[in-house]
């Protein structure tokens, strides 16, 4: 059975990608989740349900059927990775390490050092902080190799 990541946060660059693909190359048997990536899809979830609204409603709706997906994945991961980007503030990845923390699912952080201090809590119930898609390849072969 394959270990299962969940890939969560940050949707405007490709990390998960380089992450998925540095696994597959280290032969790693991982199955990767994540919630939806396309922000504007992810915004709209929740437009079936109703008359088209805009603002708070419109994402209170979507959030919470973007919640089945989100944590369904997290009860059934073996392990996050939670990535904080520098361009806009994650507060969705905050959400999931918590959840991640309440579950007692092990989790790493991903962020640059300019985001230590704001995330210090966060990676403070984090398992490892890494700073590159490469350092969270490298711990999960230390995790499946070793």
Request: a negative charge; glycine letters at 8%; one cysteine or more.
């Amino acid at each position: 059975m394959a270990f299962q990541v969940y890939l969560s946060g940050e949707i405007h660059t490709d990390w998960r990608q380089q992450i998925i693909d540095g696994c597959a190359r280290q032969g790693l048997a991982i199955t990767f989740s994540s919630a939806v990536t396309d922000h504007a899809a992810s915004d709209a979830a929740g437009d079936g349900l109703g008359p088209d609204c805009e603002g708070f409603w419109r994402d209170h709706k979507s959030a919470k059927i973007n919640a089945i997906r989100i944590q369904n994945a997290i009860q059934r991961c073996d392990l996050a990775v939670i990535r904080f980007g520098e361009q806009y503030r994650q507060w969705n990845a905050a959400f999931d390490a918590g959840f991640c923390a309440a579950l007692g699912k092990p989790y790493i952080t991903l962020h640059d050092a300019s985001l230590v201090h704001p995330l210090k809590e966060v990676d403070g119930a984090a398992q490892a902080w890494a700073q590159t898609p490469e350092q969270v390849v490298e711990l999960l072969c230390y995790l499946l190799k070793a």
